[in-house]
T-cell receptor
């Protein structure tokens, strides 16, 4: 079985500041890794994914994440956030291509002016 | 519309009643998933269909929960004898089944059991 831990339930930052949302996972087998974003009153939307290849992946809206196998981490970063980035962010893992995802509990990112 | 459509968006029912939640996936998507998101939690997997058959229903919490996808498109999640603990947002997602790594989620059906 796999599990996902998002270390921060809430992250408040000021506009134009950098941000890192932390995600650690546990699994006895290779996994695929994802970050999803949920804006208020909207469905979950894929931000970025790691399936294989380069460990640094770039997603939409200027976000990127780095897969670190030795630390079993997949932290999400953005160098300069905007008010519009305010949302809940979910880290998720799956084994293989059936995309049966295991999600973390989410991190609420609040960007203040 | 082009996205995953879920109805109803909100459902309030009384304890013990029967509820059906509907999901209309993106046209042509062969795989369909149901997840449940309780307050303050991430989504939890319930069941996954590949075509008409349930490929994995290991996440269904008990036999009060059942889902069907008779023609390989629209799916219905059925909950019998609802309990207050069933209150949650039920999410549906679909994917084309190719190695794209992306699930497309609907906006969810919020179920409240009084």
């Amino acid at each position: 079985a796999q599990s996902v831990t998002q270390l921060d339930s809430q992250v408040p930052v000021f506009e134009e500041a950098p941000v890192e949302l932390r995600c650690n996972y546990s699994s006895s087998v290779s996994v695929y890794l994802f970050w999803y974003v949920q804006y208020p009153n909207q469905g979950l939307q894929l931000l970025l994914k790691y399936l294989s290849g380069s460990t640094l992946v770039k997603g939409i809206n200027g976000f990127e994440a780095e897969f670190n196998k030795s630390q079993t981490s997949f932290h999400l970063r953005k160098p300069s956030v905007h008010i519009s980035d305010t949302a809940e962010y979910f880290c998720a893992v799956s084994r293989g291509s059936n995309y049966k995802l295991t999600f973390g509990k989410g991190t609420l990112l609040t960007v203040n002016p | 519309g082009a996205g995953v459509s879920q109805t109803p968006s909100n459902k309030v029912t009384e304890k013990g009643k029967y509820v059906e939640l509907r999901c209309d996936p993106i046209s042509g998507h062969t795989a369909l998933y149901w997840y449940r998101q309780s307050l303050g939690q991430g989504p939890e997997f319930l069941i996954y269909f590949q075509g008409t058959g349930a490929a994995d229903d290991s996440g269904l919490p008990n036999d009060r929960f059942f889902a069907v996808r008779p023609e390989g498109s629209v799916s219905t999640l059925k909950i019998q004898r609802t309990e207050r603990g069933d209150s949650a947002v039920y999410l549906c997602a679909s994917t084309a089944g190719t190695n794209t790594g992306e699930l497309f989620f609907g906006e969810g059906s919020r179920l409240t059991v009084l």
